[in-house]
C-alpha cells in the first residue's frame, strides 16, 4: 500500500528513489544493533557456552583473500552473483513499466512489485531451512531453474493474474537465493577471511544489478517492448545455472 501510495502521489521514478534512500537509512541504522561472530564473544549459536581454551580460537579455518581470488571457483561465483544481479534487478526495476505498458493500472503494478518483496520473507524462511539441511548451492540451483521459467512466462504475459504469478515465483526464487549467498560463500571459502572475499563478490552482483536495468532499458527502447529484454534475462539465468553447478563448495 506504501508503494502504490508513492507511485501514485510522485510517479513510479520517484517512488524507487525514495524507497531506496529510505530503504539505505534503514540498513545502516539497524546495522549499528548487529554484534560480531557469537564465538568472539566466547559464544555459541543458542546462548552455549564454549569451554576452555575455544574462546579465544579465531575462525582461521579456509582460504585467505588471496589465496581465494587465485582460485577458479571465486571467479566462478562472481560469475553466478552477476546473474542473480543482472535478473534481479532488472525486474525490480522495469517490472511496473511493463505492467503499465499492458494498460495494467498503476495501482496494480505496485501490487505486484509488493508481492515479490512480500513472497522474498517466504522463500527465506523456507529454502533458508532447506539449505541448513542440503547446502547453499543446491538453493541456488533451484532459484536458477525458476527464474528462467518465471522469465519465459512473463515474456508473452498479457493479463494482470500472470504477472503476479511470475512475482510470487520470482520472488520465492529471489528470497531463498539471497539468504543462501553468504553461507555459500562460507562453504566455499571458509570463514577466514569471509567477510572481505563476501564483499568483493558482492561486486560481481553489484556489476549484473547495474547492467541489467541499462541493458533493458536499452532494449526497450529500441524495440518498444519488454519482450527481448526478458528473454536475454531467461538467457542469463540460464548462464547462472551453469556457473552454479561448476562450483564446489
Known sequence: P???WLIASHGWRNAFSIMGIGSLV???LTAQLFQRDPSQMGLLPDGAKMEGEEVS???DKGLTFRQAIST???WIANLMLFSFGFCMFTLVVHIVPHATDLSISSSTAAKILGLIGGVVII??????MLADRSGSRRIF???FVLIPIGFFWLVPATEAWMLFLFAATFGFAQGGMGAAESPLVAEIFGL???GLIYGVMGLGFMTGAAAGPWLAGYIFDITESYKMAFAVCAAISLMGL???MLLKP
Open 2 to 4: 506504501f508503494a502504490d
Open 26 to 28: 534503514i540498513v545502516v
Open 57 to 59: 580460537t579465531p575462525n
Open 72 to 74: 577458479n571457483q571465486f
Open 123 to 128: 522463500g527465506r524462511l523456507l529454502l533458508g
Open 141 to 143: 540451483i533451484i532459484g
Open 192 to 194: 577466514r577471511s569471509h
Open 242 to 244: 551453469f556457473f552454479t
